[in-house]
């Protein structure tokens, strides 16, 4: 192996290392067909580098999704200045 070669046209359950991570963004977003599901599956589950990476892009995108969806709490005072600008919005 060379130092440019990644390992990414090694073929596990008939795929690439290449294609499995140009679809891995669709895979974790259950935007691919059950066919495609399943054979991303059992090269994932024969390949221990991409079942890594998956699982690291996995966590990630679940943190920023979870991040992404909570808005920060406000501080009690942003709170209180909020309300008095919505009753004298409600007042005027």
Known sequence: MS???TGLDTV???VR????LADLSEFLDGQLSSERVATLR???AACDRCARFGGDVSA???ALRANLRVPPPL????TAQL???LRQAQSA
């Open 42 to 44: 059992a090269h994932l």
């Open 75 to 78: 501080a009690p005072e942003q």
């Open 83 to 85: 309300r008095t600008s």
């Open 17 to 20: 290392c290449r294609d499995v």
């Open 3 to 5: 130092a440019t070669d």
């Open 12 to 14: 596990i359950a008939g």
């Open 60 to 62: 990630a995108l679940g």
